[in-house]
């Protein structure tokens, strides 16, 4: 008889969940009620911001972060390679282009080193981005201080790609204040800290971008007759000022956020015992284990080793294949967005950023996530150390 499964992760929905989100079901709102200006304000709270932007996924908050903040065709936007396709393809979707940063070996984030180099033959060439848009990869945040810096310098915006790492910190205070950024975004997909099903979040202090992000996700309409061009014509009115999208999240969403969001440090908190404990089972092992930067307090959304083929015997793409097999859902994260198809059609190649893809061609997510037990875990190391030798 095979053992369970157990999945990279996995949402945490209880019983108070199902009421919250019953209660809106049962309610005469079912989208653009109370709900998501309550679950927005909580956030902002939580992340001591000032304001938030609800929509229905993290991707299109990254969308209409940069439409807010102006790019388009003929800007330039520059992001990690280590990411999830959205972080760069926000940029397409407002016609301007696409440039990488390479990571730094240790953290897996944007390499301040790399940036400010490509920074300097940017700025000779006339080819400095509008936008750059540092990813806290795995939960852990890149130095926002010192990108922050450049940013100044050279006079591009910032956007955060907080979608792993919300219920983290950055030199003592919450990822999500902005106080480095203009925007930053997160995700509450069902494996992420806490969720809405599917749904994003736009945080910033700046309350123009704020203003300008909620008509976005609204077909860029306004019932603020401050804005309007002319007098409104009575209470049912509304005008469209700019172009925008659907991407409003519904009060169901919201309810389960907003739900959620009370056990947001207890998933944290548990997140960081469970990969406290892989760094002890698996010391001296011989995987390349997550490193702390001692200036962040992770959000573990995700526990990333890095295989060593040539110390195990057992190719990468060998050993996922095994711990599959032995129902042990291990993943991989990412794949460099320069080695897609489409993006070799926009001119980019293997070998351009190589520390991007040294990484990926080890790299294996472990199972972690709030209610994984301590059994599950022992299993999971079991098996991995099976394959070790």
Not at 152 to 159: A, D, K, P, Q, W
Not at 354 to 368: D, K, M, R, S, W
């Amino acid at each position: 008889m095979s053992k369970p499964h157990i999945p990279y992760g996995r949402q945490d929905v209880t019983d108070d969940d199902t009421a919250a989100v019953l209660e809106v079901l049962r309610s005469d709102w079912l989208t653009q009620g109370p709900g998501v200006p309550k679950f927005e304000a909580a956030v902002a709270r939580y992340c001591d911001a000032a304001h938030a932007v609800a929509v229905n996924s993290a991707t299109s908050a990254l969308h209409i972060a940069c439409a807010a903040l102006g790019l388009g065709p003929g800007d330039r936007l520059w992001t990690s390679p280590n990411t999830f396709l959205a972080s760069a393809t926000c940029a397409l979707y407002c016609g301007a282009a696409v440039d990488f940063v390479d990571i730094d070996p240790r953290s897996r984030n944007m390499s301040v080193e790399a940036l400010a180099a490509k920074l300097t033959e940017a700025d000779r060439a006339g080819t400095l981005p509008k936008i750059v848009v540092p990813v806290h990869f795995a939960g852990q945040s890149c130095d926002m201080r010192a990108i922050h810096e450049l940013g100044r310098h050279y006079g591009f915006r910032i956007v955060e790609d907080a979608a792993h790492a919300l219920g983290g910190a950055y030199r003592g205070t919450p990822v999500g204040n902005c106080r480095y950024s203009d925007i930053a975004v997160f995700s509450f997909h069902p494996v992420k800290q806490i969720t809405t099903g599917e749904g994003g979040i736009a945080l910033t202090n700046d309350p123009d971008l704020a203003a300008r992000m909620a008509r976005l996700r609204s077909h860029g309409t306004t019932r603020d007759a401050a804005l309007m061009k002319g007098e409104s014509e009575g209470a049912w009115y509304y005008q469209m000022l700019e172009l925008g999208w659907n991407y409003r999240m519904t009060d169901i969403q919201a309810a389960l956020g907003l739900s959620q969001l009370g056990r947001l440090d207890a998933h944290v908190a548990r997140r960081e015992a469970l990969a406290a404990r892989y760094d002890r089972l698996l010391a001296n092992s011989g995987l390349t284990l997550p490193w702390r930067d001692p200036d962040c307090a992770s959000a573990w959304h995700l526990y990333v080793v890095g295989w060593n083929e040539a110390a195990f015997g057992l190719s990468r793409a060998q050993a996922f294949a095994r711990l599959r097999a032995a129902g042990i859902g291990v993943n991989v994260h990412y794949i460099p967005v320069h080695t897609q198809p489409y993006f070799h059609r926009l001119g980019f190649r293997r070998g351009q950023f190589p520390a991007a893809e040294t990484y990926y061609a080890g790299a294996i997510t472990l199972p972690l996530y709030p209610t994984m037990t301590e059994a599950q875990q022992d299993r999971v190391v079991e098996t991995l150390r099976g394959l070790m030798g």
